[in-house]
């Protein structure tokens, strides 16, 4: 018997459109290698059509709404989202193999609070302020209006809750989105679209096209969207930068992460250790901001080596529907094969695995890679320096903190990182010399109200707190002489 979920129609103009196009997108499951599922794959002409909806939503109505009519709107999209949050958990687990305890907070209940976030934080917001103007005298209201029509483009590592840090933003400000999910993981957003549909969100408030790279590009180059959201690669930020630049047209651009944790000779070794599980090797590694990179004083090199292995091979592998698994399937064969790929890479350039280095022996099937640890390397191996969005940590002993601060900055990325120490104020003075867009002191945590993003190849832009929804407004000064 069939145990495919079948999705025909897209999401557009508040409800279910027929694709305009022939093919679909399948929904592969990462546990078992089989199709679970498939969705259409939108058209040029379903892009087009859910650009005109947005269109539409944003002149007919949704950008003059007042901000306690749109937060209104946003707090029954959240309840509605809240009331199907482990259907969605337990469909992005399905997807892409997030252990589904994370996905319940990240992917179920998350998107749910970064609604009710915007929702509070656009009604305490004025749209218009006065000041006094200068040098001429007189008064200056400076208003903040809506940007207009957003294309906002998702990865599939954390495929609800990235579209949730634009959507929840954009429709505050007074936007309309057209969301793009990564073809990996387009099944979720249709519990996304169920719920705006019964919260009675506008038509064309919020639309949703699949596709991958091709209907992307369309979207992000369309004469009729105004600003673009982008979270995913570097390569891909960089072509989409491009197109923008070209266009004029406002970007932000959260891309791809190489962050170290930096252990300070205090640190406790235990303490420090456990807290990598997940500042490391969340979400199997899959994650952008992961402190990968662990670098260690030298004179307690071999300490941190044995007890970072022994973390590591001790984390539970398995299905990822098991409430007790830590490490899932990769979330695709592609990817599962490119990250063995940077393994292979690292034994190459002389790195040591003290752990893992492969597929796991007892599973037969599935895109499991072991969580596996690289000593014996310095910051210069290709492993240390490029993104491999997996379960892989490679240690780099230093010698004195200028070094290890050094050795953090040395790469083309900022985006995250981390400290480990017992004197947080040591931490914190550490934290300001790393170049990097956050920070955590031994820990790692997203604040919904304070900005995220990243700096050199990290990104443009932030997301999250009043930045992640200054950026989906455009300022004008209006002046009046006195
Ligand atoms: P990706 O760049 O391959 O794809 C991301 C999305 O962009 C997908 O929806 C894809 O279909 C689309 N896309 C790809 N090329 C495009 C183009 N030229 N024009 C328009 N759309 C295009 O990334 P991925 O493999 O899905 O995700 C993993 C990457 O995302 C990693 O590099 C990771 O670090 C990064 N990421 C960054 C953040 C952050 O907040 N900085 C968060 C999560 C993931």
New binding site residues.
């Given amino acids: 018997m069939s145990t495919e979920t079948v999705r025909t129609h897209l999401f557009i103009d508040g409800g279910w459109r027929e694709s305009a196009g022939t093919e679909t997108i399948p929904v592969i499951s990462p546990l078992t290698e089989e199709r679970i599922g498939s969705v259409p794959e939108a058209s040029v002409d379903d892009v087009d059509a859910a650009v005109a909806a947005a269109r539409a939503a944003y002149r007919s109505g949704w950008r003059d709404l007042s901000h306690a009519e749109r937060a209104a709107h946003l707090r029954r999209f959240a309840d509605e989202l809240e009331s199907r949050a482990e259907e969605r958990a337990r469909t992005v687990t399905s997807e892409n193999g997030m252990p589904i305890a994370l996905a319940r907070f990240a992917e179920g209940q998350a998107p749910v609070q970064l609604l009710r976030y915007y929702a509070d934080l656009i009604e305490a917001t004025p749209a218009e302020e006065e000041r006094t103007s200068t040098p001429l005298p007189g008064t200056t209201i400076v208003r903040r209006e809506p940007v207009g029509v957003v294309g906002a483009?998702?990865?599939?590592?954390?495929p609800a809750v990235?579209s949730m840090?634009k959507i929840a933003p954009a429709l505050a400000a007074g936007c309309t989105v057209v969301l793009?999910?990564?073809?990996?993981t387009s099944a979720d957003s249709y519990v996304l679209a169920e719920a705006a549909i019964a919260a009675g969100l506008p038509s064309g408030v919020l639309n949703i096209v699949n596709?991958?790279?091709e209907?992307?590009?369309y979207?992000?180059a369309h004469p009729q969207v105004d600003k673009v959201a982008?979270?995913?690669?570097?390569?891909?930020?960089r072509?989409?930068g491009r197109?923008c630049g070209e266009l004029i047209r406002p970007v932000t651009?959260?891309?791809?992460?190489k962050s170290s944790a930096l252990i300070l000779d205090d640190a406790d070794l235990e303490q420090t250790v456990a807290g990598l599980a997940s500042a490391s090797l969340l979400n199997s590694g899959?994650?952008?901001?992961m402190s990968t990179r662990i670098l260690v004083p030298e004179s307690r090199y071999d300490n941190y080596v044995d007890a970072i292995t022994a973390m590591s091979s001790s984390l539970p592998i398995g299905d990822p529907m098991d409430e007790n698994v830590a490490v899932g399937p990769l979330a695709s064969e592609r990817?599962r094969n490119r990250v063995l790929s940077m393994i292979d890479r690292g034994r190459n350039d002389g790195g040591t695995v003290t752990t893992g280095g492969g597929r796991p022996a007892d599973f037969d099937r599935g895109f499991f890679v072991e969580p596996t640890v690289f000593a014996g390397i310095d910051n210069s191996a290709s492993i240390a320096r490029e993104?491999i969005?997996g379960p892989v940590l490679t240690v780099i002993a230093y010698d004195g903190l200028d070094e290890a601060i050094s050795i953090a900055n040395d790469s083309s990325y900022g985006?995250g990182g981390t400290v480990w120490t017992t004197d947080p104020d040591r931490g914190v003075d550490v934290a300001r010399r790393v170049e990097t867009g956050s920070f955590g002191v031994n820990y790692y945590n997203l604040d919904w109200g304070s900005p995220?993003?990243?700096v050199k190849e990290?990104?443009v832009g932030r997301?999250l707190g009043p930045e992640g929804l200054a950026a989906y407004q455009s300022l004008k000064s209006i002046f009046l002489p006195a």
Wanted: hydrophobic residues 35%; aromatic residues 14%; proline residues 6%.
């Fill in positions: 483009i998702a990865p599939w590592n954390f990235l840090f793009k999910p990564s073809p990996e596709g991958g790279t209907i992307g590009q979207l992000v982008f979270t995913g690669s570097t390569a891909a930020g072509q989409i197109v651009l959260e891309l791809g992460g899959q994650t952008c901001y990817h993104e969005f985006l995220f993003g990243g990290s990104g997301e």
